[in-house]
């Protein structure tokens, strides 16, 4: 099992993490977070951390951990997530990478290199305006590797790959890329009607558990609210009751079910493109493939 990494996705309400700590039981793995809202501590009811009683049952990595006050890019989350694959292969245990976050999980998945370079407006607005045959002869100049293998066409990666490359020298290579056959991917499919069902009972849980108090602690704690708006529709729909604009819980559960269902209709559409997810319906069906998976028989 050394070097293999199981990673479980799906939309919101599919079960991702019921079928995660299921599979963490029965192979003996650890679960390692792709979640983007699920790092922040603070956050638990608005980003559905997993229960407790989940968390004690498997070990879970990148939960809660970072400030929201802070940013926290995906560069930091790949180098914290190789970090800890890197000790579970030590440890003999399956990393099951597990979140709807499509960016962060294909940041594991394809070891695609995450550079810490900042955005440059000034550099991009001076960009924006040239050609793209004069990017491409920029690129060139600056980082002819890079230039080879980049789609010329498309004019905003040429464009940040001439920001990378004037800070850094060259675009870093892929220093983490997992051999495919290493990598397992299991995507929930589930019954519209049923996710929709899902959905409507994790918004209600939501107000119940305390969605509304949790939101006035993140104003309360300093967070602006233009960050509070970007940690999730969740709190920004909530900010909308607690402000008057929504009059009634009814209608802020509709808005959060309605919120909801777009962000999965993303979600599905970004998951749909990867054509080695093996879609399952069931949790016996997602083990049968598992197995088959860590015996090399896949």
Not at 90 to 96: A, E, G, L, Q, S
Not at 189 to 218: C, F, H, Q, V, Y
Not at 220 to 238: A, R
């Given at each position: 099992m050394t070097g293999k990494i199981i990673v479980i996705v799906g939309p919101t309400g599919s079960g991702k993490t019921g079928l995660a700590v299921k599979i963490g039981k029965k192979f003996g793995g650890e679960i390692i977070s792709a979640d983007s809202r699920q790092i922040y501590r603070g956050l638990k009811i608005g980003s559905n951390y997993p229960s407790?009683?989940?968390?004690?049952?498997?070990?879970?990595?990148?939960?809660?951990?970072?400030?929201?006050?802070?940013?926290?890019?995906?560069?930091?989350?790949?180098?914290?997530?190789?970090?800890?694959?890197?000790?579970?292969?030590?440890?003999?245990?399956?990393?099951?990478?597990?979140?709807?976050?499509?960016f962060y999980v294909r940041s594991i998945t394809d070891g695609t290199v995450m550079p810490t370079v900042p955005p440059d407006e000034k550099l991009r607005n001076n960009l924006e305006n040239k050609t793209i045959e004069s990017l491409d002869e920029i690129l060139k100049n600056l980082d002819k590797k890079r230039w080879g293998n980049i789609d010329l066409k498309n004019k905003r990666r040429v464009i940040r790959a001439i920001e990378i490359a004037s800070v850094l020298g060259r675009v870093p290579d892929i220093e983490h890329r997992p051999?495919?056959?290493?990598?397992?991917?299991?995507?929930?499919?589930?019954?519209?009607?049923?996710?929709?069902?899902?959905?409507?009972?994790?918004?209600?849980?939501?107000?119940?558990?305390?969605?509304?108090?949790?939101?006035?602690?993140?104003?309360?704690?300093?967070?602006?609210?233009?960050?509070?708006?970007?940690?999730?529709?969740?709190?920004?729909?909530?900010?909308?009751?607690?402000?008057?604009?929504?009059?009634?819980?009814?209608?802020?559960?509709?808005?959060?079910?309605?919120?909801?269902?777009?962000?999965?209709?993303?979600?599905?559409?970004?998951?749909?493109?990867?054509?080695?997810?093996h879609w399952v319906m069931s949790d016996t069906e997602a083990k049968k493939i598992i197995d088959r998976f860590l015996s090399d028989t896949l």
């Open positions: 407790d009683k989940e968390l004690k049952s498997v070990p879970h990595h990148l939960i809660g951990f970072v400030d929201p006050k802070n940013n926290f890019t995906v560069a930091e989350y790949q180098k914290k997530a190789f970090h800890i694959i890197n000790i579970l292969k030590k440890k003999n245990k399956i990393p099951i990478i597990c979140g709807g976050t499509g051999p495919k056959e290493n990598i397992l991917k299991i995507g929930i499919d589930i019954p519209k009607n049923k996710l929709k069902k899902s959905i409507e009972t994790r918004a209600k849980s939501m107000l119940r558990s305390g969605l509304i108090k949790e939101t006035k602690k993140l104003v309360s704690s300093g967070i602006g609210i233009k960050k509070i708006n970007e940690l999730g529709f969740e709190y920004k729909d909530v900010l909308r009751y607690i402000n008057g604009e929504i009059k009634t819980k009814a209608e802020l559960i509709d808005l959060l079910v309605l919120d909801t269902m777009h962000y999965v209709k993303r979600q599905i559409t970004w998951f749909k493109k990867d054509k080695n997810i």
